[in-house]
């Protein structure tokens, strides 16, 4: 059972900074796709950004140029993958979900990934 940990969520004015991180279990296989997801209040749940095991990102429109996904994959360690939130608004509070998978990274869809963790909460205040 791959098992995520996700933490470094809290809350933060309009326009700040933060990161959380995500790490996984030391045997999760190297080829699995790792991302962030998050799900507001009543919204569908949304893919925000996805990383391979080399380094390929992806990200949904509404946070590119924003939010900096990012990996530590060496060896003997967890894997760890980050993401940097800047310029955060209002409609980035969320609840922020890391996954991994064994799917098409760049599609960044809920559906395809196997493997959560128990999420962390971001929330932008004015």
């Known amino acids: 059972q791959v098992q995520l940990v996700e933490s470094g969520g809290g809350s933060v004015q309009s326009g700040g900074s933060l990161t959380v991180s995500c790490v996984g279990p030391?045997?999760?296989?190297?080829?699995?796709?790792m991302g962030w997801f998050r799900q507001a209040l009543g919204k569908e749940r949304e893919g925000v950004a996805t990383?391979?095991?080399?380094?390929?990102?992806?990200?949904?429109d509404s946070v590119k140029g924003r939010f900096t996904i990012s990996q530590d994959n060496s060896k003997n360690s967890k894997r760890t993958v980050y993401l940097q939130m800047n310029s955060l608004k209002l409609e980035d509070t969320a609840m922020y979900y890391c996954?991994?998978?064994?799917?098409?990274?760049?599609?960044?869809?809920?559906?395809?990934?196997?493997?959560w963790g128990q999420g962390t909460q971001v929330t932008v205040s004015s």
């Open positions: 996954a991994s998978g064994s799917v098409f990274c760049s599609r960044r869809r809920a559906p395809d990934f196997g493997f």
């Open positions: 030391g045997d999760m296989p190297e080829t699995y796709c």
């Open positions: 990383i391979t095991i080399d380094g390929r990102t992806s990200y949904a």
